[in-house]
């Protein structure tokens, strides 16, 4: 019995089904089917009735939004819905993002969104010149002091 069927009882006899579904792979490459949507015209008693059940995605919009896209990060089948998955790109590499593997980077001056191997690489950057300002500071005056 599947949920549509619940809603209306035992005695409803299904006219019209409608479903979305969704094909995920995990990092094993084992695939899931998920159903996201579904809908259902059923005549139950002199009754004609109609339902419609709608899932979520994983940056938790509603699947009516749409869907936006995949997650760029190796392995991860999150799909995010049109408007987190515009905003949520590698502000670098520009590579999509779903809201588990955004890393923010924040400076003095600015944030910025970063997938996990640039993160790594600016901020191993941004230390690396901390530490050079730091003992070049005696001898050299800098212009620029928004990185410190």
Not at 41 to 60: N, P, R, W
């Amino acid at each position: 019995m599947n949920l549509l069927d619940q809603l209306f009882g035992d005695n409803a006899q299904p006219i019209r089904r409608d479903a979305t579904f969704l094909h995920k792979s995990d990092g094993l490459g084992n695939s899931k089917i998920e159903a996201v949507e579904g809908s259902s015209v059923t005549l139950s008693g002199e009754a004609i009735d109609s339902a419609k059940l709608v899932g979520f995605f994983h940056c938790g919009h509603v699947t009516t939004d749409g869907i936006g896209g995949k997650c760029g990060e190796p392995g991860c089948a999150n799909i995010c819905c049109k408007q987190c998955f515009a905003t949520s790109r590698c502000a670098q590499c520009l590579k999509p993002l779903c809201l588990e593997h955004v890393n923010e980077l924040t400076t003095e001056t600015l944030t910025v969104r970063l997938c996990l191997s640039c993160h790594a690489t600016v901020s191993r950057r941004l230390r690396w010149r901390r530490l050079f300002r730091a003992l070049l500071s005696p001898f050299v005056t800098f212009e620029d002091q928004s990185i410190r």
